[in-house]
């Protein structure tokens, strides 16, 4: 077996289940996980776990001067993202054939170019940010720079792959991207399915104190 075959075949699918199963794990260890016992008073706690999972989506007034830019370029990077993943030529025939059988309208390929050099300058800011700010750079940890670094050759990689005229370089986008399956689970990368959760818990925490979290 050559190095595409076991990209296209066994790689792939060991890929996809330790990203499906990774997932299922994490959320599963929240959702068995014991509740604290509670001693104080308590007040309205569910509409506080919802308030705080839509107020988290812009930051404080005292605070939106401050975070700015993180926010700024972090809202870029996510949305473009999004729209690559979603609606690039090359991932939804990928889609088709497979994962899901069928396709849908996908955008043209200068403006999935396009759209790839904003979020790549998107995420070249966030990372800058993560190194250079004090607080950001102390609360980083190698596993964060790992994630960003990763998603950043996957998508270098799939822009240069993009035509499929190479086949080599279609092999190592494919194989980064099964790398980032991989460690996704157990990495920094996981708030993509945590925020929810995370941000509701908070919330209803302080809200069960009668605090706007």
Request: net charge positive.
């Amino acid at each position: 077996m050559g190095i595409a075959e076991l990209v296209d075949g066994p790689l792939w699918y060991f890929s996809v289940a330790v990203f499906v199963v990774g997932v299922a794990w994490r959320l599963a260890r929240i959702i068995v996980a014991p509740a604290r016992t509670e001693f104080s008073a308590v007040s309205s706690h569910a509409a506080g776990g919802a308030a705080a999972v839509f107020s988290r989506f812009l930051p404080r007034r005292e605070m939106r001067a401050a975070s700015a830019y993180q926010y700024g370029w972090g809202y870029l990077f996510h949305v473009t993202l999004f729209i690559l993943l979603l609606f690039g030529r090359v991932h939804v025939e990928f889609y088709e054939a497979r994962i899901f059988g069928f396709s849908w309208v996908t955008m043209p390929d200068w403006l999935f170019l396009l759209v790839s050099e904003l979020s790549f300058a998107a995420l070249l800011m966030l990372l800058l940010y993560r190194a250079m700010e004090p607080v950001t750079r102390l609360l980083s940890t190698r596993g964060d720079y790992f994630g960003s670094i990763l998603i950043l050759l996957v998508m270098l990689s799939g822009c240069m792959a993009m035509d499929q005229t190479a086949e080599p370089l279609r092999v190592i986008h494919l194989f980064l991207a099964e790398v980032l399956l991989i460690w996704f689970p157990f990495g920094s990368l996981m708030h993509a399915f945590l925020f929810v959760p995370s941000r509701a818990y908070t919330g209803a925490w302080f809200g069960r104190r009668g605090i706007a979290a």
